[in-house]
């Protein structure tokens, strides 16, 4: 059974940083594209990065752009969400998911981060 699980959330002060893990099981993620999506209260689920299967590319939605970082580590099946100067605005329950050929077709249960101003 494939699964995704996701860690590292937490409550930070704004200017603060996190880092997000998901440890993926069930089956080998290596080649697979990874993303990372978030959802604020009332607002639609939305895209923040990804990166490829061997992580040599990554892209990054423009709202966090040179203050995200995403990576891998194959060897562990795990990605990372790297966090840093944490606005307010960032704070949202936030997913990884893999993208199996065209479609994010498994996704993590989330973990929560929340920014205080």
């Known amino acids: 059974q494939v699964q995704l699980v996701e860690s590292g959330g937490g409550l930070v002060q704004a200017g603060g940083s996190l880092r997000l893990s998901c440890a993926a099981s069930g089956r080998t993620f290596s080649g697979v594209v990874m993303g990372w999506f978030r959802q604020a209260p009332g607002k639609e689920r939305e895209f923040v990065a990804h990166?490829?299967?061997?992580?040599?590319?990554?892209y990054y939605v423009d709202a966090v752009k040179g203050r995200f970082t995403v990576s891998r580590d194959n060897a562990k099946n795990t990605v990372y969400l790297q966090m840093n100067n944490l606005k307010p605005e960032d704070t949202a329950v936030y997913y990884c998911?893999?993208?199996?050929?065209?479609?994010?077709?498994?996704w993590g249960q989330g973990t929560q981060v929340t920014v205080s101003s």
């Open positions: 998911a893999a993208r199996i050929v065209a479609t994010y077709a498994y």
């Open positions: 990166i490829s299967g061997s992580g040599g590319s990554t």
